[in-house]
T-cell receptor
Framework: GNSVTQMEGPVTLSEEAFLTINCTYT??????LFWYVQYPGEGLQLLLK?????DKGSNKGFEATYRKETTSFHLEKGSVQVSDSAVYFC??????????????FGTGTQLKVEL | SAVISQKPSRDICQRGTSLTIQCQVD?????MFWYRQQPGQSLTLIAT?????????ESGFVIDKFPISRPNLTFSTLTVSNMSPEDSSIYLC??????????FGQGTRLTVV
Protein backbone atom coordinates (compact mmCIF):
# COMPACT_ATOMS: atom_id res chain seq x y z
CA GLY A 1 0.00 0.00 0.00
CA ASN A 2 0.87 3.67 -0.08
CA SER A 3 2.52 5.48 2.79
CA VAL A 4 4.21 8.79 3.57
CA THR A 5 6.91 9.32 6.18
CA GLN A 6 7.75 12.80 7.44
CA MET A 7 10.38 14.02 9.82
CA GLU A 8 9.03 14.50 13.28
CA GLY A 9 8.56 17.90 14.78
CA PRO A 10 8.32 20.29 16.26
CA VAL A 11 10.96 22.21 14.34
CA THR A 12 11.96 25.54 15.84
CA LEU A 13 13.93 28.01 13.74
CA SER A 14 14.97 31.61 13.93
CA GLU A 15 13.62 34.00 11.35
CA GLU A 16 15.58 33.97 8.08
CA ALA A 17 16.94 30.47 8.75
CA PHE A 18 16.92 27.77 6.09
CA LEU A 19 14.17 25.18 6.34
CA THR A 20 14.12 21.55 5.27
CA ILE A 21 11.32 19.16 6.13
CA ASN A 22 12.02 15.65 4.92
CA CYS A 23 9.37 13.52 3.28
CA THR A 24 9.70 10.06 1.76
CA TYR A 25 7.00 7.92 0.27
CA THR A 26 6.10 4.39 -0.70
CA UNK A 27 3.71 3.84 -3.57
CA UNK A 28 2.93 0.96 -5.87
CA UNK A 29 2.14 3.18 -8.86
CA UNK A 30 3.09 6.65 -10.03
CA UNK A 31 1.85 9.07 -7.43
CA UNK A 32 1.37 12.79 -7.42
CA LEU A 33 2.98 14.46 -4.42
CA PHE A 34 1.75 17.39 -2.37
CA TRP A 35 2.60 19.62 0.52
CA TYR A 36 -0.31 21.01 2.51
CA VAL A 37 -0.06 23.63 5.24
CA GLN A 38 -2.33 24.13 8.23
CA TYR A 39 -2.06 27.50 9.93
CA PRO A 40 -3.27 27.76 13.53
CA GLY A 41 -7.05 27.53 13.71
CA GLU A 42 -7.47 27.03 9.98
CA GLY A 43 -8.07 24.17 7.55
CA LEU A 44 -5.53 22.61 5.24
CA GLN A 45 -4.34 24.58 2.25
CA LEU A 46 -2.44 23.24 -0.72
CA LEU A 47 1.06 24.71 -0.67
CA LEU A 48 2.62 23.05 -3.72
CA LYS A 49 2.54 19.90 -5.79
CA UNK A 50 4.46 17.81 -8.32
CA UNK A 51 2.94 15.21 -10.59
CA UNK A 52 5.93 13.40 -12.09
CA UNK A 53 9.57 12.64 -11.49
CA UNK A 54 11.93 15.64 -11.48
CA ASP A 55 9.07 18.12 -11.30
CA LYS A 56 9.64 20.98 -8.89
CA GLY A 57 6.69 22.49 -7.09
CA SER A 58 7.05 25.99 -5.71
CA ASN A 59 4.93 28.57 -3.94
CA LYS A 60 5.49 31.42 -1.46
CA GLY A 61 9.23 30.76 -1.44
CA PHE A 62 8.79 27.07 -0.66
CA GLU A 63 10.09 24.41 -3.05
CA ALA A 64 10.03 20.64 -3.30
CA THR A 65 11.41 18.37 -6.02
CA TYR A 66 9.90 14.99 -6.88
CA ARG A 67 12.83 12.54 -6.63
CA LYS A 68 11.80 9.14 -7.88
CA GLU A 69 15.23 7.59 -7.33
CA THR A 70 15.12 8.40 -3.62
CA THR A 71 11.29 8.37 -3.31
CA SER A 72 11.48 11.77 -1.66
CA PHE A 73 9.74 15.14 -1.78
CA HIS A 74 11.56 17.30 0.75
CA LEU A 75 10.19 20.77 1.46
CA GLU A 76 12.67 23.66 1.53
CA LYS A 77 12.63 27.39 2.05
CA GLY A 78 15.67 29.60 2.02
CA SER A 79 14.55 32.14 4.59
CA VAL A 80 11.62 31.45 6.89
CA GLN A 81 9.42 34.08 8.47
CA VAL A 82 7.38 34.08 11.65
CA SER A 83 4.26 33.89 9.48
CA ASP A 84 5.41 30.48 8.21
CA SER A 85 4.70 28.96 11.61
CA ALA A 86 2.24 26.16 10.89
CA VAL A 87 1.91 22.41 10.52
CA TYR A 88 3.12 21.03 7.19
CA PHE A 89 1.77 17.78 5.74
CA CYS A 90 3.31 15.76 2.95
CA UNK A 91 0.79 13.72 0.97
CA UNK A 92 0.38 11.59 -2.12
CA UNK A 93 -2.40 10.47 -4.40
CA UNK A 94 -2.06 7.51 -6.70
CA UNK A 95 -4.56 7.34 -9.53
CA UNK A 96 -2.67 4.54 -11.26
CA UNK A 97 -3.53 1.95 -8.61
CA UNK A 98 -7.23 2.67 -8.51
CA UNK A 99 -6.91 4.81 -5.43
CA UNK A 100 -8.75 7.61 -7.12
CA UNK A 101 -8.09 11.01 -5.73
CA UNK A 102 -7.73 9.83 -2.16
CA UNK A 103 -4.84 11.39 -0.31
CA UNK A 104 -2.43 9.55 1.94
CA PHE A 105 -0.90 11.92 4.48
CA GLY A 106 2.25 11.96 6.52
CA THR A 107 2.02 12.68 10.23
CA GLY A 108 2.65 16.40 9.83
CA THR A 109 5.57 18.53 11.00
CA GLN A 110 4.99 21.51 13.22
CA LEU A 111 7.19 24.49 12.39
CA LYS A 112 7.69 27.34 14.81
CA VAL A 113 9.65 30.38 13.66
CA GLU A 114 10.91 32.80 16.30
CA LEU A 115 12.27 36.33 16.03
CA SER B 1 -10.69 28.72 -5.81
CA ALA B 2 -13.72 26.96 -4.36
CA VAL B 3 -14.66 27.37 -0.72
CA ILE B 4 -15.94 24.75 1.71
CA SER B 5 -18.16 25.75 4.61
CA GLN B 6 -18.23 23.21 7.38
CA LYS B 7 -20.59 23.33 10.36
CA PRO B 8 -20.34 23.23 13.28
CA SER B 9 -16.80 24.42 13.74
CA ARG B 10 -16.63 22.80 17.14
CA ASP B 11 -18.87 20.99 19.58
CA ILE B 12 -18.77 19.28 22.94
CA CYS B 13 -21.05 16.25 23.09
CA GLN B 14 -22.15 13.70 25.65
CA ARG B 15 -21.13 10.10 25.13
CA GLY B 16 -23.82 7.97 23.54
CA THR B 17 -25.21 10.84 21.46
CA SER B 18 -24.75 11.55 17.75
CA LEU B 19 -23.51 14.62 15.88
CA THR B 20 -24.09 15.48 12.24
CA ILE B 21 -21.50 17.62 10.48
CA GLN B 22 -22.43 19.51 7.35
CA CYS B 23 -20.19 20.34 4.42
CA GLN B 24 -21.25 22.82 1.73
CA VAL B 25 -19.12 23.63 -1.32
CA ASP B 26 -19.72 26.82 -3.28
CA UNK B 27 -19.29 25.11 -6.65
CA UNK B 28 -19.98 21.72 -8.14
CA UNK B 29 -17.31 19.15 -7.41
CA UNK B 30 -16.82 15.61 -8.58
CA UNK B 31 -15.55 14.08 -5.38
CA MET B 32 -16.08 14.69 -1.67
CA PHE B 33 -14.24 13.02 1.17
CA TRP B 34 -14.34 12.90 4.95
CA TYR B 35 -11.15 12.70 7.02
CA ARG B 36 -10.43 12.36 10.72
CA GLN B 37 -7.48 14.01 12.43
CA GLN B 38 -7.00 12.59 15.91
CA PRO B 39 -5.02 14.61 18.44
CA GLY B 40 -1.36 14.78 17.49
CA GLN B 41 -1.86 12.53 14.49
CA SER B 42 -2.21 12.84 10.76
CA LEU B 43 -5.34 12.79 8.65
CA THR B 44 -7.01 9.47 8.04
CA LEU B 45 -9.58 9.00 5.31
CA ILE B 46 -12.93 7.82 6.63
CA ALA B 47 -14.85 7.53 3.38
CA THR B 48 -15.57 8.88 -0.07
CA UNK B 49 -19.02 10.47 -0.24
CA UNK B 50 -20.77 9.35 -3.43
CA UNK B 51 -23.60 11.38 -4.85
CA UNK B 52 -26.88 9.53 -4.69
CA UNK B 53 -25.43 6.27 -3.44
CA UNK B 54 -23.78 4.75 -0.42
CA UNK B 55 -20.41 6.10 0.62
CA UNK B 56 -17.25 4.06 0.11
CA UNK B 57 -15.64 3.40 3.49
CA GLU B 58 -11.98 2.80 4.25
CA SER B 59 -10.78 -0.10 6.31
CA GLY B 60 -11.70 0.36 9.94
CA PHE B 61 -14.69 2.61 9.32
CA VAL B 62 -18.28 1.41 8.99
CA ILE B 63 -21.54 2.94 7.90
CA ASP B 64 -23.32 2.28 11.19
CA LYS B 65 -20.79 4.40 13.05
CA PHE B 66 -20.22 7.08 10.40
CA PRO B 67 -23.28 7.36 8.15
CA ILE B 68 -22.67 9.74 5.26
CA SER B 69 -25.05 11.42 2.87
CA ARG B 70 -24.42 13.28 -0.36
CA PRO B 71 -27.73 14.28 -1.92
CA ASN B 72 -26.19 16.53 -4.58
CA LEU B 73 -22.87 17.67 -6.02
CA THR B 74 -22.22 20.41 -3.48
CA PHE B 75 -23.39 19.08 -0.11
CA SER B 76 -22.52 16.22 2.21
CA THR B 77 -23.05 15.26 5.83
CA LEU B 78 -21.13 13.01 8.18
CA THR B 79 -22.75 11.69 11.34
CA VAL B 80 -20.67 10.41 14.23
CA SER B 81 -23.00 7.97 15.98
CA ASN B 82 -23.13 6.70 19.53
CA MET B 83 -20.09 8.74 20.42
CA SER B 84 -17.42 7.82 22.92
CA PRO B 85 -14.40 9.85 24.11
CA GLU B 86 -12.28 8.01 21.54
CA ASP B 87 -14.22 9.83 18.81
CA SER B 88 -12.80 13.16 19.96
CA SER B 89 -11.05 14.44 16.86
CA ILE B 90 -11.09 17.04 14.16
CA TYR B 91 -13.29 15.95 11.25
CA LEU B 92 -12.48 17.48 7.88
CA CYS B 93 -14.47 17.63 4.69
CA UNK B 94 -12.52 17.68 1.43
CA UNK B 95 -13.68 18.22 -2.15
CA UNK B 96 -12.16 18.01 -5.58
CA UNK B 97 -13.30 19.19 -8.97
CA UNK B 98 -12.51 17.59 -12.31
CA UNK B 99 -9.39 19.68 -12.81
CA UNK B 100 -8.51 20.86 -9.34
CA UNK B 101 -6.56 19.58 -6.41
CA UNK B 102 -8.26 18.60 -3.19
CA UNK B 103 -9.28 21.48 -0.94
CA PHE B 104 -10.46 21.34 2.63
CA GLY B 105 -12.91 22.85 5.02
CA GLN B 106 -11.77 24.34 8.29
CA GLY B 107 -12.78 21.24 10.17
CA THR B 108 -15.06 20.40 13.07
CA ARG B 109 -13.36 20.00 16.41
CA LEU B 110 -15.36 17.41 18.36
CA THR B 111 -14.90 16.71 22.04
CA VAL B 112 -16.85 13.85 23.59
CA VAL B 113 -17.23 13.89 27.36
Amino acid sequence: GNSVTQMEGPVTLSEEAFLTINCTYTATGYPSLFWYVQYPGEGLQLLLKATKADDKGSNKGFEATYRKETTSFHLEKGSVQVSDSAVYFCALSDLSTGGGNKLTFGTGTQLKVEL
Amino acid sequence: SAVISQKPSRDICQRGTSLTIQCQVDSQVTMMFWYRQQPGQSLTLIATANQGSEATYESGFVIDKFPISRPNLTFSTLTVSNMSPEDSSIYLCSAQGPNTEAFFGQGTRLTVV
